[in-house]
């Protein structure tokens, strides 16, 4: 039986919506690092995604206005803005190059994972 695991892609593409928005956080901290009263802005998504993904119980709602126990839904998990005091332009650099390098590396994931599936798909292996 063919396994398409179901949560590879929505979580690869989930990390690079927060990959994207981080670019824009940090970008936007560089130009702003001399703008008096400033404060960096920070994405965070890996605790989200950990938690997402971790173990634990979910319950069901049976109405949309019940209030959702245990652990998020992979869809659920959006990136979170979170403002810091200083910009250290430095750093910011540093942050930039590292979030550039996880976009391209959940890019070329994400174009085996689909190469994999078409190649299952037209019966020519890969997964």
Request: no cysteine.
């Amino acid at each position: 039986m063919l396994d398409l695991d179901r949560t590879s892609i929505p979580i690869l593409t989930k990390a690079l919506d927060a990959y994207t928005l981080r670019q824009r956080a940090i970008a936007d901290n560089i130009a702003n690092s001399e703008t008096p009263g400033f404060r960096r802005r920070e994405v965070r998504f890996e605790e989200e995604l950990r938690r997402a993904l971790g173990e634990g119980i979910r319950g069901r709602r049976t109405d949309p206005r019940h209030i959702p126990i245990g652990r998020p839904k992979v869809e659920e998990v959006r990136p979170r803005l979170v403002r810091a005091n200083d910009v250290d332009v430095e750093l910011e650099m540093v942050r930039l190059t590292k979030n550039y390098l996880k976009y391209i590396s959940a890019i070329e994931v994400l174009k085996r994972r689909l190469r994999d599936i078409k190649l299952s798909i037209e019966g020519r292996g890969g997964m």
